[in-house]
């Protein structure tokens, strides 16, 4: 069973900076495609950045340049580095496989809030 953990959300102000931890267990980091992902109020959860198992990343355009995706194998954690937060970032950001991107039956846990003040 793959569980996972999200943590470090908070509320800030625009320009400042957060990183996200996500805690996996039930499969090795390393050997998986992980990815981040957000929902905000009234839209649909969407991919915000991935992590391949040869370490290649990917992120959405309205990220991309401000946040880092990256991992800490020996401890199982992928971690979201976030800068230059602005407004439209406030949103419950999500940690889990990157297949959940297109694969329905992934479970999903509770999410960290993010919430950027204008």
């Known amino acids: 069973q793959v569980q996972v953990v999200e943590s470090g959300g908070g509320l800030v102000q625009a320009g400042e900076s957060l990183r996200l931890s996500c805690a996996v267990s039930?499969?090795?980091?390393?050997?998986?495609?992980m990815a981040w992902y957000r929902q905000a109020p009234g839209k649909q959860r969407e991919l915000v950045a991935s992590?391949?198992?040869?370490?290649?990343?990917n992120y959405a355009d309205s990220v991309k340049g401000r946040f880092t995706i990256s991992r800490e194998n020996a401890k199982n954690i992928v971690y979201l580095q976030m800068n230059s937060l602005k407004p439209e970032d406030t949103a419950v950001y999500y940690c889990?496989?990157?297949?959940?991107?297109?694969?329905?039956?992934?479970?999903w846990g509770q999410g960290t809030q993010v919430t950027v003040s204008s």
């Open positions: 889990n496989l990157a297949t959940c991107s297109w694969d329905g039956g992934c479970s």
């Open positions: 039930g499969i090795i980091v390393l050997l998986n495609d």
């Open positions: 992590i391949t198992r040869g370490a290649s990343t």
